[in-house]
């Protein structure tokens, strides 16, 4: 072996370019861990709803001024039918506090801020197989190269899942539709006059509004595990007669679509996250529908617990600690997301009874955990 390839396999290669890769290449570098990316694009994007999780996460990445000067803080919550009637409303800078507030950041201002200078070393990783003492990469480019450890932050399609877990073997590894909806409309428009996050909805669907800056992030799907038609009539069609400002929005972003993205809801439900010196992170091991805004939150979390154990334990015993230790929470975060999915499946008459007494509970059952 020479040189440069006995020096790699000191290095921690991070196959992923999203929030979870870039965020542990920052803290393996706040750790002195010697680490490498490869390269790759981004899964496109808009905003993203922080909730006060990943704002402490954040915070811990050494990033807190940075975050605090992006975005919109987001202070309260309404629950509204689809006609607009108050179901319910959430405090969130009560129950968060200020150390903790959320935001609605773009989704670009983000990963600009997660960016460390960790150069890309790779092309896209091709593939990825599970040697003594690391793991071996052969990416886009035909570069093959070994190193130490590999961690997968590569997202729902995770090629690192595909070589560890073959669907073929552990057909339980793969992706699948999520219970609330099997795809969504996203959108970035300016700001009717929204000023929290507010969502609408009604027999089959739902409507969100957030506000970031000067205009608002939008995400439409459809409720209990609906299909959401990829042409962007399925908008108006859904939400004709739905109260103000929804209405007005469709109209607007139909007139102007340049910003309309409409992807699958895909979850991931891997019953591993390692294999050697090989560990899955963030959605590439534990994707879930954005009921809670938790993917990004739970991905900065296992970055900051990957980074620890990588600089303060034997690689070779990685991989089952960052699963002991984060399984719980992912675990937590999917069980009530699979709760609400049912409760926003029922008749629309009796969702709108007991969900002004169901949804606080809920909400204060799903984040207390998460506070610490």
């Known amino acids: ?47 993203i709803n922080l909730p006060g999780n990943a704002i402490t996460a954040l915070d811990r990445l050494g990033l807190r001024d940075e975050i605090e000067s992006l975005g919109t803080p987001t202070r309260r919550r309404e629950y509204r039918t689809s006609r607009g ?11 968060w506090g200020p150390a903790a507030r959320p935001r609605c950041v773009r989704r670009a201002d983000l990963l600009d801020a997660l960016a460390d200078s960790v150069p890309a070393e790779h092309a896209p990783i091709a593939s990825v197989r599970p040697v003594a003492g690391g793991a071996e990469v052969l990416d886009a480019d035909g570069f093959r190269a070994e190193y130490g450890f590999l961690a997968g932050a590569d997202g729902v399609r995770s090629t ?22 099997q795809a969504s409309w996203r959108f970035m ?22 506000p970031v800056d000067n205009q608002v992030y939008g995400y439409a799907s459809a409720t209990g595990g609906g299909a959401v038609a990829a042409d962007p009539s399925w908008l108006a069609d859904t939400f004709a007669g739905y109260a103000e400002p929804v209405s007005s929005v469709v109209d607007a972003v139909l007139r102007s679509p340049s910003t309309l993205l409409h992807s699958p809801v895909d979850e991931v439900r891997a019953p591993s996250w390692s294999s050697g010196r090989c560990v899955l992170l963030g959605d590439a091991a534990h994707a879930t529908a954005p009921v809670w805004a938790e993917g990004g939150a739970l991905a900065l979390e296992d970055a900051l617990t990957l980074a620890d154990l990588l600089a303060t334990s ?41 969900t002004p007494w169901v949804g606080p509970r809920t909400y204060r059952s799903t984040y207390g955990p998460l506070r610490s």
Do not use: Y
Request: aromatic share 10%; with cysteine.
């Open 189 to 210: 428009t300016p700001n009717p006059g929204v000023d929290c996050w507010t969502v609408w909805s009604g027999a089959g669907a739902a409507f969100l509004l957030i």
């Open 314 to 354: 034997d690689w070779d015993a990685v991989g089952p600690a960052f699963e002991a230790a984060r399984r719980g929470r992912v675990a937590h975060v999917r069980a009530m997301t699979d709760r609400f999915a049912k409760t926003v499946g029922l008749p629309i008459w009796l969702r709108d009874v007991v």
């Open 160 to 181: 690192v899942r595909s070589a560890l877990f073959p669907e073929a073997l552990f057909p339980e590894a793969g992706t699948g539709r999520a219970v609330l909806s």
């Open 1 to 47: 072996m020479n040189g440069k390839a006995e020096w790699r396999r000191k290095f921690v290669l991070v196959v992923g370019d999203g929030i979870a890769g870039l965020a542990l290449a920052r803290a393996l570098r706040q750790r002195g861990v010697p680490v490498a990316r490869s390269g790759g694009t981004p899964r496109p994007g808009l905003a």
């Open 85 to 95: 009637r108050l179901l319910f409303a959430v405090d969130e800078d009560e129950f």
